[in-house]
């Protein structure tokens, strides 16, 4: 497990926050992955949360999609920038958030299929992941 290294100069979003602002699509989110020759990968998506313990990233055949697939993990970074506050804490809200791949079969499947039935928009290119951290964004 790695520190908890934030400074707390900005405003923290809670699961609940989260949730509401990626409905907003308020934010953008990075994803960083683990390449196989251990190199990182970064790459920006726009999440959905289904519930507060979920989120959804809808991937095409690609490299981050590949890195979770191979790994079962993955770390996102939601941020929503506000430029013009003139408060530095109020600058940008959001979360870094550890996640875990939901597979749709062996021990995660019921956990899988529940988050698949609440979720309108599933399709094969739908990627379920738990969250297991929430920590502060700055």
């Known amino acids: 497990m790695h520190p908890d290294t934030s400074t707390r100069k900005f405003t923290d979003l809670d699961a609940a ?78 979360a870094r958030l550890d996640l875990a791949l939901v597979r749709n079969e062996g021990a995660d499947a019921a956990e899988w299929q529940r988050v698949a039935d609440a979720f309108p928009r599933m399709n094969p290119a739908v990627m379920i992941l738990r969250i297991d951290r929430i920590l502060p964004v700055g």
């Open 17 to 94: 926050a989260l949730k509401a602002s990626m409905a907003r699509f308020e934010g953008v989110a990075v994803v960083a992955t683990v390449n196989p020759d251990s190199t990182p990968d970064a790459a920006i998506f726009m999440p959905a949360m289904p519930d507060e313990e979920h989120v959804i990233l809808i991937l095409a055949d690609n490299c981050t999609r590949a890195n979770i697939e191979r790994t079962g993990t993955a770390h996102l970074v939601y941020d929503v920038p506000n430029p013009a506050a003139k408060d530095k804490a109020a600058r940008h809200a959001g």
